[in-house]
């Protein structure tokens, strides 16, 4: 297979570039119709490579009389054997000419990101000693994973200020090829922190008086034309601390959509931006006080309905056995009603369904005085429906179908009176 030129190796700013069709293939098992992977003599699209995602563009056929076919570029992959295929919807015969044109708002975006990127930990290794062992360009932020246990906020705000006074001085970022010999001997002395696994020479990325390092990507020729970086979040992840950041206008539209989620939420609140924290937290502990009186009345609506629920079932053969359903409680409330009818009197047990939603929620409770266990009732009677569900002797609980919420409550009443019936006799 033929290697091809890859023209961003000696500069990252080609736009344009003319070529011939050296391979066409189809690819199989496509289900959004015939895609063909082409393959160029020389190229300046990018593969995805190293965190840094695939460049799209067009490819002109210039070889069909002038016509000027245009061809999309979806994606961009290099294959093991180094070849790269560019993914297009038409194929294009073996030797035809054509020109690449990159889609440089895309391009110049992942240069500024992916330079960004060896600044940032850049600034990691060389502040903290932290090291970076991952890397993803993803289409609205990027992460770096850093070899450390923890990160205060301070010393990340204090990592980003230093980057991008280095953005401010407009450090130049350049290329040069050493040989694999010559590589070897620069990790050793420490000028390099890693090297790929490969022969042959050796590409690296010079940010001036900060950052050497091996890589493949493509970069800005200065620090300044990284344009900003806005560190946007971390945290903690299995292999380090994980910090996200953009560059660029990626980092002017995050701080705008920042400052108009601010400026919409305050206008909610009829309040200006910088009011937020303090109107944030007054809700907050307004909230936290409301749920606290809800909580009171439910309990104290909960214990008067019990008493009366209990008070209307008569007891037979050393049993109160109260049935409701309700359709217009929710589960939670229900449950607590259950609780508490059970402990309201003596001899009491109670089958409650809450059908407020599908499937119904079932409650089985006793009182104290009652021997049967509720929990392995339930359990039974649900396994007869290939359902589940248990809890406790004095509390449990499953979800039944509506279809099947009459059968499931039939057996459950059937199965306490035959276990009060049994104490009893016991007796």
């Known amino acids: 297979m033929h290697i091809p030129e890859r023209l961003y190796y000696s500069d990252s700013f080609v736009r ?32 995805t490579s190293g965190g840094q995602a695939f460049d799209t563009g067009v490819l002109l056929d210039t070889s069909q009389g002038g016509t000027g076919l245009e061809i999309s570029v979806e994606e961009v992959e290099e294959d093991d054997d180094g070849a790269v ?19 440089w708002e895309r391009r110049f975006d992942h240069m500024q990101q992916h ?43 204090r990592v980003e200020r230093i980057a991008n006074e280095i953005i401010a001085e407009d450090r130049l970022v350049t290329t040069h090829y050493v040989s694999r010999e010559e590589a070897d001997s620069m990790l050793a002395a ?56 953009v560059c660029g206008m990626r980092a002017i539209r995050a701080a705008r959509a920042d400052l108009a989620v601010l400026k919409g939420t305050a206008a ?26 809800r909580h009171k009345l439910r309990e104290e609506l909960a214990e008067l309905q019990a008493a009366t629920l209990a008070v209307n079932v008569p007891v037979e053969n050393d049993l109160r056995l109260v049935v409701r359903e309700w359709k217009d409680r929710d589960r939670d409330f229900v449950r607590l009603l259950a609780s508490r009818t059970a402990a309201a009197s003596s001899f009491t047990a109670v089958i409650f369904i809450a059908k407020e939603a599908e499937p119904a929620r079932v409650f089985v409770a006793r009182s104290r005085d009652l021997a049967f266990d509720c929990g392995r009732i339930l359990k039974e009677a649900l ?44 007796e």
């Open 115 to 157: 330079t960004g990127q060896h600044l940032l930990s850049a600034v990691f290794q060389n502040e903290l000693h932290a090291a970076t062992v991952s890397f993803h360009l993803g289409g609205s932020t990027s992460t770096i994973d850093l070899a450390i246990g923890s990160l205060a906020q301070a010393t990340l705000e």
């Open 268 to 293: 909610m609140l009829s309040i200006g931006a910088h009011e937020l924290p303090a109107s944030v937290s007054r809700l907050i502990a307004a909230e936290k006080a409301a749920a606290r009186e």
């Open 85 to 103: 295929w560019h993914f297009v919807r038409q194929p294009l015969a073996a030797g035809t000419h054509v020109e690449g044109r990159i889609d």
């Open 190 to 245: 420490g000028e390099l922190r890693k090297l790929p696994d490969r022969q042959g020479a050796i590409r690296i990325i010079d940010i001036k008086d900060c950052d050497r390092n091996t890589c493949g990507g493509t970069h800005v020729r200065s620090t300044g034309q990284i344009g900003g970086l806005l560190v946007r979040d971390m945290e903690k992840v299995s292999r380090g601390i994980r910090v996200e950041f």
């Open 16 to 47: 344009t570039f003319s070529a011939a069709v050296t391979q066409a293939r189809e690819l199989s098992g496509s289900t959004e119709g015939s895609i063909w992977q082409v393959a160029l003599d020389r190229t300046a699209f990018y593969p």
């Open 383 to 426: 396994l007869q429906l290939g359902l589940r569900g248990g809890g406790s002797a004095d509390l449990a609980q499953g979800d039944v179908p509506f279809e099947h919420e009459g059968v499931l409550r039939a057996s459950l009443i059937n199965a306490i009176r035959n276990s009060i019936e049994r104490s009893t006799q016991a």
